[in-house]
Structures are given as C-alpha cells and as structure tokens.
C-alpha cells in the first residue's frame, strides 16, 4: 500500500512563510520522482512544482518561480515545498504527488490526502 502523508499546512499572513512536507509508506520512494500540486476551491487542480529522481533537477510554476522551493530527503522518503513570500492567490489545498516520471500535465499516480494552506491578505 502506498501511502502519502502531506504536513505543514496552515494559515499565514501575505508575505510569510511555511514549509509542507510529505512523507511517503509502504514502497521505496527514492526512486521516484516528487512532486507538489494544488487546488483551490472551483478551480482545477494546477502543477506547482517538481523534483527529479536524484533532487537535481526542479521545475517550477511560473506563478511560484522565485518564492517557492521544492526539495527531498530519500532517507527519509520526504519531499519538502519551502513557501516564502506568501500571496492570497496562494490559498488551496496542496497535495503531494509520485510517480517514476512527472510531468507538469501529467501527475504521477500517487497522492497524498492534501494540506490546506491560507494566505490571509
């Protein structure tokens, strides 16, 4: 059973910060790629961010370029997504994503359950 479990989530002012994580079960992980998806309410759900196998390769929204940091630990089989500089439009649920191979149109197969994220203007 392969399970994803996104942490971090909260409400923060425009302009602050936080740091999600998302710790994967049940497989090995490292061999995957990660990546960071979100959905905010009645709106489809948008690419945020990816990291390859080996964490040396990220891809990154337009719309987070710059304020957003996607990273891992396959140790640990986590995934991190640093948030700083914040913006209302920022607000929505933040799911955790893998698979083999992702792609910004593409997700992998693998979610987690999400983490709510609120930017307060």
């Known amino acids: 059973q392969v399970q994803l479990v996104e942490s971090g989530g909260g409400l923060v002012q425009a302009g602050g910060s936080l740091r999600l994580s998302c710790a994967a079960s049940?497989?090995?992980?490292?061999?995957?790629?990660r990546g960071w998806f979100r959905q905010a309410p009645d709106k489809e759900r948008e690419f945020v961010a990816i990291?390859?196998?080996?964490?040396?390769?990220?891809v990154y929204a337009d719309s987070v370029q710059g304020r957003f940091t996607i990273s891992r630990d396959n140790a640990k089989n986590t995934v991190y997504l640093q948030m700083n500089s914040l913006k209302p439009e920022d607000t929505a649920v933040y799911y955790c994503?893998?698979?083999?191979?992702?792609?910004?149109?593409?997700?992998?197969?693998?979610w987690g359950q999400g983490t709510q994220v609120t930017v307060s203007s």
């Open positions: 994503n893998a698979d083999p191979n992702i792609a910004t149109l593409r997700p992998g197969r693998y």
């Open positions: 049940g497989r090995t992980f490292s061999s995957f790629a």
């Open positions: 990291i390859n196998l080996g964490g040396g390769t990220t």
